[in-house]
């Protein structure tokens, strides 16, 4: 067992004076390419981080239901309407009873340790165990592709975001070592391999801390899925997966120019995806780093969702040899990726710091992690 799957068991056992019956966890991720694709019916990239939340389940048919998280050390009753953390498990719960046709009663104690609110996906993370955990606890029997659209939709109604089926379906489906093709529309995937330890490279990530205020990033996020909706509509097709750059002329006018913009990203992102895929299943990493790049400078003209810190780290990145580097999540603030030569993960962090104190940009925390496994049932 993970120490952090151990700290769940032992978060139950303390609370509720008992063993749990299993134990699950699931990772956050980051998106090596293909963003905002998702609700495009398009391709993304993700590959899971070596951060979890483990969920330790038991007490089937309880008649208090219960959710306990060690990190807050805070119990909330399984069915009231509380609001914070608690939403993500409940609302999973709630979306499977309602597949099962019952209410699933059940206590439940949580341990995470993937960093919040820096668009790790935490609450996919949160989500993915939830549901994993039920569905072995309740012998549910649902595909994990199923549960991810459970969690999709739990998360969906908890912060009132359009998000796509993404962070859920890389927490539940990723594998270690390997990065993870996703059909958004077919929802179909494969594994493409990602040994960054063979190439000598890292995989760093920085967080820039900019507050993706919920309410921002959300209104952003839904204005950004609204215009590419409109952009389809412009275009005749149903999702923009199905749009080619010879569609742009249908977008020419002044009207249509955020729509063109967004179009562009859309429509290049997705070849781009499936490019770094092919790439990575060569070898060829310095091709794959190209199109991490590229797909940067995307976000930052047409899908405009960077921010100045991420540019910065991004342009930082490349004076330090990374062979790719770009914004990763929903953006507005949030992470930046970097793939960099392991000897010289040190000297970017400190060039970064000393950039971002000079632009007095908010100290930015760093992490490097590595392709890891997506949900598992333990114990
Ligand atoms: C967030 C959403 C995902 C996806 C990304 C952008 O992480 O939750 O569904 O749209 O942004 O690629």
Not at 95 to 122: D, Q, T
Request: hydrophobic residues 40%; aromatic residues 6%; negative net charge.
């Amino acid at each position: 067992m993970r120490e952090i799957e151990e700290r769940a068991a032992r978060a139950y056992q303390r609370r509720f004076g008992e063993q749990p019956e299993l134990i699950a966890s699931a990772p956050g991720r980051v998106n090596l390419i293909g963003e905002h694709t998702d609700y495009n019916g398009g391709f993304a990239l993700p590959c899971a981080v070596d951060r979890r939340v483990a969920v330790a389940v038991g007490d089937k048919g309880s008649d208090e239901g219960s959710l306990y998280s060690d990190d807050f050390d805070d119990e909330r009753s399984l069915w009231d309407e509380e609001g914070g953390w608690s939403e993500y498990p409940r609302g999973v719960a709630r979306i499977l009873g309602e597949n099962a046709e019952h209410n699933l009663e059940f206590r439940a104690a949580f341990a995470g340790e993937v960093p919040r609110a820096s668009g790790l996906s935490s609450s996919a993370a949160i989500e993915s165990a939830t549901a994993l955990a039920l569905d072995s606890l309740f012998e549910l029997g649902l595909g994990r592709t199923h549960l991810a659209l459970a969690c999709q939709r739990a998360e969906n109604e908890s912060l009132g975001v359009q998000s796509g089926i993404l962070d859920q379906y890389a927490s539940l489906l990723c594998g270690e070592g390997t990065a993870l093709l996703i059909d958004c529309r077919s929802l179909e995937a494969e594994p493409v391999p990602l040994d960054l330890e063979a190439a000598g490279l890292s995989l760093v990530v920085c967080d820039t801390r900019v507050e993706r205020g919920l309410a921002s990033a959300g209104t952003g996020y839904n204005d950004r899925r609204a215009a590419c909706e409109r952009a389809a509509e412009k275009i005749g097709v149903e999702l923009l997966r199905d749009a080619s750059e010879e569609d742009f002329e249908r977008l020419s006018g002044e009207e249509s120019e955020e729509e063109l913009k967004r179009a562009r990203h859309i429509v290049t992102e997705n070849a781009r995806v499936l490019a770094c895929a092919e790439a990575l299943r060569a070898g060829d990493l310095g091709r794959a780093g190209e199109l991490m790049y590229a797909s940067h400078a995307s976000m930052r003209d047409d899908y405009e969702i960077s921010t100045r810190e991420l540019d910065t780290f991004v342009d930082l990145a490349r004076e330090h040899g990374a062979i790719g580097a770009r914004l990763t999540g929903a953006g507005f603030g949030g992470c930046a990726l970097a793939l960099v030569r392991s000897g010289e993960v040190r000297g970017l962090r400190e060039a970064a710091l000393r950039r971002f104190a000079q632009s007095c940009f908010v100290e930015p925390v760093f992490y490097e992690f590595w392709p890891a496994a997506g949900a598992e049932i333990s114990g």
